[in-house]
């Protein structure tokens, strides 16, 4: 079991930075990858970002979020993080981080095994 739990949303101005952690705990290295995905309200979950936990180099992106956004991770910590830069209101939502334990496309929720609770960003225009 691995569990995941996410922290440092909160209320910002469009244009403003967040920073989300996300602490992994118990079985944390049976991770293959990790992953942010967001839900607006009244909108489906949606794929943000994902790192390989063992080849941190590896990194992939949503086409929204691509250049404002930047997944990285601290192995000896078993924390990964979201960096946030020029947020848009369209980026309010709670944010999850999320663990797969197997390859496989990184974009579908459905392949990931372990959930945090989620992080309210809410994002001013």
């Known amino acids: 079991q691995v569990q995941l739990t996410e922290s440092g949303g909160g209320l910002v101005q469009a244009g403003g930075s967040l920073r989300l952690s996300c602490a992994a705990s118990?079985?944390?290295?049976?991770?293959?990858?990790m992953g942010w995905f967001r839900q607006a309200p009244g909108k489906e979950r949606e794929f943000v970002a994902a790192i390989r936990w063992s080849a941190s180099s590896w990194k992939y992106y949503a086409d929204s979020v691509k250049g404002r956004f930047t997944i990285s991770r601290d192995s000896g910590k078993n924390t990964m993080f979201l960096q946030m830069s020029n947020l848009e209101a369209e980026d309010t939502a709670v944010y999850y981080c999320?663990?797969?334990?197997?390859?496989?496309?990184?974009?579908?929720?459905?392949?990931?095994?372990?959930w945090g609770q989620g992080t309210q960003v809410t994002v001013s225009s």
């Open positions: 118990g079985r944390a290295s049976i991770a293959y990858a």
């Open positions: 999320a663990a797969k334990t197997s390859s496989g496309i990184m974009s579908l929720s459905n392949g990931y095994d372990y």
